[in-house]
């Protein structure tokens, strides 16, 4: 069973370019959530989305930034117009549709994550 | 504001001892209390995780301690290995329904063990 996949694995955009990062979770597994890491920090939460629904953006910036887990295909964390503070490693994780039997199944499993460097 | 304090920030202990890495939160909802483990360049690995109805877990090298009371845990690493060199973060969660939410992380603890 393939873990979480993340591409591109690395980054490097200039700025006012935008940077699209996909996610694809493991198999059956119905919920993505994106955090994002920065040097020398814990992670930050961004978004929760269940298929074709944004559960909890409470974490994303207002401008700038969005994502998608569409019916189809993965999940796309999009940022436009990026500027330097917006280097950093974004994970994607995800989770099981939930009520499983066995303990940590409802857990979030992480993917490698994108390192994006914007010049 | 920080939701899950974690301390040290650093550790470094010698190969064959005990390394305890502490956190505390304040939210008493929280009900999901995991540690992952991260190696440069990589993503954080689920390392052990505690439900709130027990006080200690216990996975081979690696146990949880967990006071409700005092909303802390903490992580015990016995017979620590250079292998276990590596950033530790706690966090927790809420599990709605029977999904778990977003998880607030610690600040993250950078282990070095010596050999």
């Known amino acids: 069973n393939a873990g979480v996949m993340q591409n591109p694995r690395h980054l490097v955009r200039r700025r006012g370019q935008e940077a699209r990062l996909r996610c694809s979770p493991m198999k059956g597994h119905s919920h993505v959530y994106w955090y994002r890491q920065l040097p020398e920090e814990g992670l930050k939460f961004m978004v929760y989305l269940q298929k074709e629904n944004i559960i909890d953006e409470s974490g994303m910036p207002k401008e700038r930034f969005s994502a998608e887990f569409p019916k189809e295909g993965p999940s796309i964390l999009r940022i436009q117009q990026v500027v330097r503070g917006d280097s950093a490693a974004y994970f994607c994780a995800s989770s099981p549709p939930g009520g499983r039997k066995r303990e940590y199944e409802d857990t979030q499993y992480f993917g490698p994550g994108t390192r994006l460097t914007v010049l | 504001q920080q939701q899950v304090k974690q301390s040290p920030q650093s550790l470094i202990v010698q190969k064959g001892g005990i390394s305890i890495i502490n956190c505390a939160y304040e939210n008493t909802a929280f009900d999901y209390f995991p540690w992952y483990q991260q190696f440069p360049g990589k993503g954080p690995a689920l390392l052990i995780a505690?439900?709130?109805?027990?006080s200690e877990k216990k996975e081979g090298r690696f146990t949880i301690s967990f006071n409700k009371s005092a909303k802390q845990f903490s992580l015990h690493i016995m017979d620590s290995q250079p292998g276990d060199s590596a950033t530790y973060f706690c966090a927790a969660s809420i599990f709605r329904g029977s999904t778990l939410g977003r998880l607030y992380f610690g600040r993250g603890t950078q282990l070095t063990v010596w050999p």
């Open positions: 505690i439900r709130p109805d027990v």
